[in-house]
């Protein structure tokens, strides 16, 4: 099983709709969230981090953290085609005594006009 | 702000050979973190420095290394290298706080080894 996992798609949504992606972790202590970006051929951008349960909004995004479930999603809303890219979730461990990301494999996302 | 970045951003190497990539962090940034992504890994961490002292390391072989400097610079090198290493090759930098940290990726070497 990997620690972390990600649908990797694609998953085509129409111009404006709402884009769900989700993510599951294996290390229940983990305290630390990402969600990045990834363009093809650029390296990764960072759209919001998430530390807590609950809703994080930014804009026309939307984060979502429940450590119970040991699952985090993001939800882009109104998406549009500069929105095609592939989504990485990255975690940070709770075993690792540094800066340690775990990325899961990414969602490549493709919204249609 | 100047972010991340990386030099060379593309090299070409033969088996055997070996390379030394460089990345300067986010002005103030004190951690500085290497990361490989391939198609069929995807992204992975090799080690993270911190104040020019290597806080974390993952389950790369010893071929890769690395080091910083005290002005949070930092290069890493890979010897001998193998097919397997044509990947891009990614840093990231953030101020070193572990709980809430946030990482910045410069731009990527883009490495091909024939």
């Known amino acids: 099983q990997k620690e972390v996992e990600q649908n990797s798609g694609p998953l085509s949504v129409p111009e404006g709709a709402i884009a769900s992606l989700n993510c599951t972790y294996s290390?229940?202590?983990?305290?630390?969230f990402f969600w990045y970006r990834q363009y093809s051929g650029k390296s990764p951008e960072l759209i919001m981090s998430?530390?807590?349960?609950g809703d994080k909004e930014d804009g026309r995004f939307t984060a979502q953290l429940n450590k119970a479930s040991q699952y985090v999603s993001l939800l882009i809303r109104d998406s549009q085609p500069s929105d095609s890219a592939t989504y990485l979730c990255?975690?940070?461990?709770?075993?690792?005594?540094?800066?340690?990301?775990?990325f899961g494999g990414g969602t490549r996302l493709m919204v249609k006009p | 702000k100047a972010g991340v970045t990386q030099t060379p951003r593309y090299l070409i190497k033969t088996r055997g050979q070996q390379v030394t990539l460089s990345c300067s962090p986010i002005?103030?940034?004190?951690?500085v973190s290497w990361y490989q992504q391939t198609p069929g890994q995807g992204l992975q961490f090799l080690f993270e420095?911190?104040?020019?002292?290597?806080?974390n390391k993952g389950n790369f072989p010893g071929r890769f290394s690395g080091r910083q400097f005290s002005n949070s610079r930092s290069e890493m090198n890979v010897s001998t290298l193998e097919l397997g290493d044509s990947a891009l090759y990614l840093c990231?930098?953030?101020?070193?706080?572990?709980?809430?940290?946030?990482?910045?990726f410069g731009p990527g070497t883009r490495l091909t080894v024939l």
């Open positions: 998430i530390y807590s349960n």
């Open positions: 990255a975690v940070k461990m709770n075993n690792n005594a540094g800066n340690m990301l775990t």
């Open positions: 990231a930098s953030s101020f070193g706080k572990i709980s809430t940290d946030t990482q910045y």
């Open positions: 290390d229940r202590g983990s305290q630390s």
């Open positions: 420095y911190f104040s020019e002292t290597q806080r």
């Open positions: 002005s103030g940034h004190r951690s």
